[in-house]
């Protein structure tokens, strides 16, 4: 008796929400940084909105090797297939995309509409490198003219392993825009993500992890591009660097990628913005080039 | 009763050397502010063949000055018909110098005149010719709908194609509307500067192509001028990390075309003779001095034993003498230099446990010169296995399944070129897709033309030279 009027008098607590605790994605696994660290995230404001993990170099070096150990069945997969799974993270992403809103007005402080706006177009970005999966080959490659009883033939093939220093400033639509070109053309990435926003990023790797992307195709390391950047930059079996992201430290990475002439794509216009300097629909074959390969097969024709 | 090749050497009256050449500057010869001069020999026999200038920095200041003023004023302005009207000139003038260009280059280079008569003159010409057509259509290559040039380009070309490796450099450089200076090497400087006479004789605009000579020096000046928007190198991969290091940062294009170590590989189902000419051409054309040459055979084990000998009798048979000679197969080395890099990584391999056998072969007592090769029982681990060795070097290794040829093949940082020999298609479509490598020869070797794009995977390079895709290094 008396237990019921308690419960009728006191009002009911609110239920406590079951927070996320914001990990590495490696090898299609989620764990904690090998290091124990992690460090605290704010939104704009600056309030506490989680932790993430603090990725150390051997998280760096375990990512490559995750990434290395996926090339060949990414690599080899049809490009049809690739255009369906890159299409079904499309699909994932907008069941989600009122977390993903919520998300970008919590941490960048967007508006409601700005952020539904990134949102929206980091979906259509999927759709968009969905579609190039299939073409992009005959776009680049063909066949060549050669003056003699030759065939031959053209064709672009990934480069392998592509670390990409993620832009720090578009943490979404940003890190969408330069991620999914990376893997639509059967590269593997190993993707440092905005140091200041990376909650985007893991959330994001829930969705890859769902959307039939096989482990290892995508890696995401949240921390520090000054301390886990030189060992991705200067990895032997880092095949390519995208340094977007790299900020201040893009020379210096070119510079130690060299040693083995890893290829190269430096900060373009828009490295330092925000999402909105990600927003046009159509970014065309630019971002998929620097991490293509031309292969020439030659053969006599004759009876 | 055994005929013996009468001696057929090409005549060097066409060729008309001066005793020292000038630097190629602003459409004119001028000598360096330096002065100083090396000399050029011909490895065939020692002889100084003349002196030519070693730029200094002042030397690569007034190149590069001249070629952005030519870039600035007049070549970038001009309509890409005109543009491509001056390098269809330039190709016919060298179509009708061809002679003279090849008996010099046998000379200055020690490549068989048979070579650069019948492949570097032809394709010299031809590249110029294709890139020519372009001109005037780069609103059609796939790079924008305006691509712009990207202003004067710094570019570095070795010893062992010289003129056909300038002709790759400056012939998409200028269809694109791109100023060039360009250094050749310095133990083959010559027909790089009688292309500077050729570019005269077409009126091409002053600036427009600057040469400037000299060494190692010369090219690291060059490399690093800051007033240079694009850097393009064909060499060896420890000068292409210097590159790409000193280029880090600064914005400048680059593009690197490097070493190799290509594999040949041949299956039980080859057609065997066929195969035997490809193995021979893949390494012994041009001395081996090849950065895509198939320098690793991977043959079947099971059919090694019937291989191995034909291959042996068929480079008996090698002519190796005098490079103007018409009949000879085998040049000279190009330098003492890279004769004893061949000497340093090929001295010791006996005590490795590698067998090594030459053809009986006399060789010329004066000039540099070095018989073909080929070593068995090698292994993965072997330095002749891993290294380049630049030189008519063929180390063979044996393999047992497909998946283990490709291993093996693969299994080097560098990724230029490789051979497939197989009469099954798909068993060769199978292998060209799992090499990692930009150019595959399947049942040929060592075949180029400047519609097909070349350039290696790995530390091979960056860039492809030829075909549509070429223009890429130079537009922006």
């Known amino acids: 008796m008396a237990k019921q009027r308690r419960t009728a008098e006191a009002p009911k607590p609110p239920r406590l929400a079951v927070r996320k605790t914001y990990k590495l994605y490696l090898g299609g696994a989620f764990p904690r940084s090998e290091s124990g660290r992690c460090y605290p995230v704010t939104s704009t404001d600056g309030d506490h909105l989680a932790n993430a993990a603090l990725a150390s170099r051997k998280d760096a070096r375990d990512a490559v090797a995750a990434a290395r150990k996926a090339f060949g069945g990414w690599s080899s997969r049809t490009a049809y297939n690739r255009g369906q799974i890159l299409y079904r993270v499309a699909e994932v992403l907008e069941g989600r995309r009122d977390q993903f809103a919520a998300g970008a007005e919590r941490a960048q402080g967007l508006s409601r509409a700005a952020a539904d706006e990134a949102v929206s177009a980091a979906i259509d970005r999927w759709v968009y490198y969905a579609g190039w999966t299939d073409k992009v080959a005959q776009v680049l490659g063909g066949a060549n003219p050669v003056s003699g009883p030759y065939y031959n033939h053209s064709a672009p093939e990934p480069t392998g392993v592509v670390a990409v220093f993620a832009p720090q400033g578009a943490p979404l639509l940003g890190l969408t825009s330069v991620l999914a070109p990376v893997i639509a053309t059967g590269n593997t990435a190993v993707v440092v993500v905005s140091e200041s926003a990376p909650l985007a990023a893991v959330d994001l790797a829930e969705v890859l992890a769902t959307s039939d992307v096989p482990g290892g195709v995508v890696n995401l390391l949240t921390g520090r591009v000054p301390e886990i950047g030189p060992h991705l930059a200067s990895h032997a079996d880092v095949n390519a660097l995208d340094l977007t992201g790299a900020g201040d430290l893009a020379a210096e990475f070119e510079e130690a990628a060299a040693t083995t002439l890893t290829r190269v794509l430096r900060p373009g216009p828009g490295a330092d913005g925000g999402e909105d300097a990600w927003l046009d629909p159509d970014p065309g074959t630019a971002r998929m080039t620097p991490f293509l390969e031309t292969k020439t097969v030659w053969h006599p024709i004759g009876v | ?476």
Not at chain 2, 115 to 127: F, G, I, K, S
């Open chain 2, 1 to 476: 009763m055994i005929f013996d090749y009468a001696p057929a050497p090409e005549s060097r009256s066409v060729v008309r050397l001066r005793d020292t050449y000038d630097l190629f500057i602003d459409g004119e010869f001028t000598p360096a502010e330096g002065a100083g001069t090396l000399p050029t020999v011909n490895p065939a026999d020692e002889t100084e063949l003349a002196r030519f200038a070693v730029a200094g920095e002042a030397d690569v200041d007034r190149a590069v000055a001249a070629a952005r003023r030519a870039h600035d004023t007049v070549w970038s302005r001009m309509s890409g018909a005109e543009r491509g009207k001056y390098l269809f000139r330039i190709a016919r003038i060298i179509q009708e110098r061809s002679r003279e260009l090849a008996v010099l280059e046998s000379m200055d280079n020690g490549k068989p005149i048979k070579e650069t008569r019948d492949v570097d003159l032809p394709l010299v010409a031809a590249h110029f010719f294709y890139y020519a057509g372009w001109a005037d259509k780069l609103a059609h290559a796939g790079l924008g709908r305006d691509p712009r040039p990207l202003g004067v380009a710094a570019q570095i070309i070795p010893w062992n194609f010289p003129l056909l490796m300038l002709a790759w450099k400056i012939a998409p450089a200028l269809a694109t509307g791109n100023t060039v200076v360009l250094k050749p090497a310095e133990t083959t400087p010559l027909s790089a500067l009688v292309f500077a006479e050729i570019c005269q004789e077409a009126d091409l605009p002053p600036g427009v192509v600057n040469i400037v000579t000299g060494a190692g020096e010369t090219g690291r000046t060059l490399v690093e001028h800051p007033g240079t928007d694009k850097v393009a190198f064909t060499g060896s991969t420890e000068v292409g990390r210097q590159i790409a290091r000193s280029v880090a940062g600064t914005g400048k294009r680059v593009t690197l075309e490097l070493g190799g170590k290509g594999a040949n590989i041949v299956y039980d189902d080859a057609a065997v003779d066929q195969a035997v000419e490809g193995i021979v051409s893949g390494i012994f054309f041009n001395q081996g001095h090849v950065c895509c040459a198939g320098s690793r055979l991977l043959v079947q084990e099971s059919i090694a034993d019937e291989l191995l000998p034909k291959l042996k009798e068929r480079i008996g048979k090698l002519r190796l003498g005098d490079p103007l000679d018409k009949n000879t197969d085998i040049g000279a080395i190009n330098s003492a230099a890279q004769l004893e890099r061949i000497r340093e990584l090929t001295d010791t391999v006996e005590e490795e446990g590698v067998q090594r056998w030459s053809p009986s072969c006399e060789l010329p007592s004066a000039g540099y010169w070095f018989a073909p090769t080929v070593l068995t029982g090698v292994s993965q681990a072997h330095r002749v296995a891993r290294e380049e060795i630049f030189g008519p070097v063929l180390s063979v290794l044996t393999f047992r399944t497909p998946e283990e040829a490709v291993a093996k093949a693969n299994n080097s940082p560098y990724g230029l070129s490789a051979g497939v020999w197989t009469e099954k298609g798909s068993r060769m479509l199978w292998t060209a897709e799992r090499l990692r490598a930009g150019v595959i020869w399947s049942n040929t070797f060592n075949k180029f033309d400047p519609t097909s794009p070349f350039g290696g995977y790995k530390e091979s390079g960056y860039g492809r030279e030829g075909g549509r895709h070429g223009l890429e290094a130079y537009l922006g």
